[in-house]
């Protein structure tokens, strides 16, 4: 794969835009020839970001979010802009509560996520490496 592509879509907050803006990741990445096993990564990963957007920015107070489809040839990337306030942390719920492990599930989906701070807002980024690094061989070189 040699071609950059990008794409963006925005949504109200509001729990019924969950869904789509899943769906519309996964028409995306599938248009995008992407294998489907970083297809269905990516399509969660945009649930569980969103569904946050949702949970923590507010629902029906008119605000949107945005949702950021960036691929190069070494990777796949999502983004997901809100414009409210606070920070997000993986937390370490309880086996009981019901909440809490949606950036638990980023962690263990993506190669690399992060938070980048904007003047009103924040952007939280998931990325998935498409071209994978040889195992080393048996003298500890990698292959080439």
């Known amino acids: 794969m040699d071609a950059f592509e990008s794409d963006r879509s925005r949504y109200p907050t509001h729990s019924a835009y969950v869904k789509a803006a899943r769906d519309h990741v996964r028409r995306v990445a599938t248009s995008w020839g992407l294998v489907d096993s970083v ?35 070494d990777n796949v990337r999502l983004e997901v802009r809100d414009t409210g306030p606070g920070m997000v942390s993986v937390q370490d719920p309880s086996a009981d509560e019901t909440t809490g492990r949606g950036l638990l599930m980023v962690d263990a989906l993506a190669d690399r996520w992060g938070i980048v701070t904007q003047v009103l807002g924040k952007i939280v980024f998931a990325e998935i490496c498409l071209v994978k690094p040889s195992p080393p061989n048996r003298k500890g070189v990698s292959r080439v």
Do not use: I
């Open 39 to 73: 297809v269905s990564d990516l399509a969660l990963l945009a649930s569980e970001l969103a569904t946050n957007v949702v949970l923590h920015v507010g629902q029906s107070n008119g605000q949107e979010f945005g949702v950021m489809l960036h691929l190069s040839p």
